[in-house]
């Protein structure tokens, strides 16, 4: 089978990344490594905030998070705290950064063709090969989004935001709102996940993989369903969580 082109498909990206970010800043040029580190840096911040869906009605989301991030910005979302001058358009351009950094990641331990190993992040080529063909759709749909973000009229609804991003980021980042967290399965869900990583990392015997336990998870669980969500919450955790 034929290898992905992956650095022609991350210069794709990148370019329309740049085109975007220049259009509404010239000063800024993330073929320049300070202003790509900076980039991938606020497109990180976005996709912390991005892995907490809606908490309305599971209609509300899409499971598109670049479509997500389009629908916060254009109720007024920003990262003004720490990045004032970074316009809607520029945030779904970092968006789109952040994600090619994550691909070179993965794919700096791509197993060649045939090969059925699992990598150090936990998947065999084929799941790291789906994971990375995601990002670049992901990408390429945070790029038309932000074009179409040029000239738009922001409408600043805090009354939405509030709803659907401040209050679940502030909430995660306190570790407050239990009682409300208990009424939401996803979370009751989540916890249970974590309790059995936390069985895994003392019996590392019982999965071969995180990708191995996420599926386990996912059959034991009727409000999850991402395999990815699980694994990225993994890693997370071993970044949190001593051995």
């Not at 950064?97 to 045939?114: E, F, H, M, R, T």
């Not at 980021?169 to 009751?188: F, H, Y």
Request: charged share 30%.
């Amino acid at each position: 089978m034929r290898e992905i082109p992956w650095a022609l498909k991350h210069q794709s990206v990148v370019y329309q990344a740049r085109d975007l970010i220049r259009e509404t800043n010239p000063n800024i040029d993330i073929l320049d490594r300070d202003a790509w580190e900076l980039a991938k840096k606020i497109g990180f911040e976005l996709w912390g905030c991005l892995e907490w869906p809606f908490e309305g009605d599971a209609d509300d989301y899409t499971g598109n998070e670049a479509s997500m991030l389009h629908s916060w910005l254009e109720h007024g979302f920003t990262l003004e705290d720490d990045f004032p001058d970074w316009t809607a358009p520029q945030l779904m351009a970092a968006y789109a950064c952040y994600l090619v950094s994550d691909n070179k990641q993965y794919l700096a331990d791509l197993p060649v063709p045939g090969d059925t190993r699992y990598t150090t992040f936990g998947w065999r080529r084929d799941e790291l090969v789906e994971h990375c063909a995601g990002n670049i759709i992901e990408a390429l749909e945070a790029c038309r989004y932000g074009r179409q973000l040029i000239g738009q009229t922001i409408t600043h609804d805090p009354e939405w935001l509030a709803q659907h991003v401040k209050r679940r980021i502030s909430e995660e980042k306190s570790r407050g709102g239990k009682a409300k967290a208990a009424n939401d399965p996803r979370q009751v869900e989540k916890a249970f996940v974590f309790e059995c990583w936390k069985e895994w990392h003392g019996n590392p015997a019982r999965y071969k993989s995180k990708v191995e336990f996420a599926q386990d998870m996912l059959d034991k669980c009727d409000h999850l369903k991402s395999e990815k969500k699980i694994t990225d919450w993994c890693r997370e955790w071993e970044k949190s969580e001593p051995c």
